[in-house]
């Protein structure tokens, strides 16, 4: 069973920076595609970024400039790097691995918190 576990959410000023982490367990992750989403109360999650397991990143328009998602397969580990945060920005991250093949497995994480407010 894979595990994903968000951190580094938390209150920031507008203009400010947070980097999310996304740890994963009980399978590595060299070979998902990993991709942050959000979802603020009453609206559909959306996606923010991804990085396929070969690396190549895609962005949501409104990100992009921003954001950079990135992954380190020897910790096990995807990244969320945000920086010149909008208030617009402030939702729960949620973190998803995806393995494709015969069968497509994916999981999520609990999610983390990202408030941006002065």
């Known amino acids: 069973q894979v595990q994903l576990v968000e951190s580094g959410g938390g209150l920031v000023q507008p203009g400010g920076s947070l980097r999310l982490s996304c740890a994963a367990s009980?399978?590595?992750?060299?070979?998902?595609?990993m991709a942050w989403y959000r979802q603020i109360p009453g609206k559909q999650r959306e996606l923010v970024a991804s990085?396929?397991?070969?690396?190549?990143?895609n962005y949501a328009d409104s990100v992009k400039g921003r954001f950079s998602i990135s992954r380190d397969n020897a910790k096990n580990t995807a990244y969320l790097q945000m920086n010149s945060l909008k208030s617009e920005d402030t939702a729960v991250y949620y973190c998803?691995?995806?393995?494709?093949?015969?069968?497509?497995?994916?999981?999520w994480g609990q999610g983390t918190q990202v408030t941006v407010s002065s």
């Open positions: 998803n691995a995806r393995w494709v093949g015969i069968l497509t497995y994916n999981y």
């Open positions: 009980g399978s590595a992750i060299s070979s998902s595609d």
């Open positions: 990085i396929t397991s070969g690396g190549r990143t």
